[in-house]
Nanobody, 125 residues
Framework: QVQLVESGGGLVQAGGSLKLSCAVS??????LGWFRQATGKEREFVAV????????YYADSVKGRFTISRDNGQNTVYLQMNNLKPEDTAAYYC????????????????????WGRGTQVTVSL
């Protein structure tokens, strides 16, 4: 029924760019976010966007380099990643919440009801 499918990951050199996509099917989500999890570390918040796309928030570590956007006609959320660094290496997951952005703790994984299976991003020197 409900699916979130990430794509666009890969191997890039430091300073390069990637654009991740997350195709959503089965329902729409008021709030969509991106998280990442590096090997041996806990899942961490990356970015989030409100239902209309009017509000966005970013982790300090990616602010100014990453941009989250959504296309509600395609029911897809994107993460444009520029000036990638080795510390960005992780599995990236998209997640959806039925609650508005303003009413949830956007940085907490527990706030999201559905998750994709992830796409790997590896940044080399």
């Amino acid at each position: 029924q409900v699916q979130l499918v990430e794509s666009g990951g890969g191997l890039v050199q430091a300073g390069g760019s990637l654009k991740l996509s997350c195709a959503v099917s089965g329902r729409t989500f008021s709030t969509l976010g991106w998280f990442r999890q590096a090997t041996g570390k806990e899942r961490e918040f990356v970015a989030v966007i409100s239902g209309t796309g009017s509000s966005t928030y970013y982790a300090d570590s990616v602010k100014g380099r990453f941009t989250i956007s959504r296309d509600n006609g395609q029911n897809t959320v994107y993460l444009q990643m520029n000036n990638l660094k080795p510390e960005d290496t992780a599995a990236y997951y998209c997640a959806g919440s039925g609650r508005p952005l303003a009413l949830i703790v956007t940085t907490a994984p527990r706030s999201y009801d559905y998750w994709g299976r992830g796409t790997q991003v590896t940044v080399s020197l």
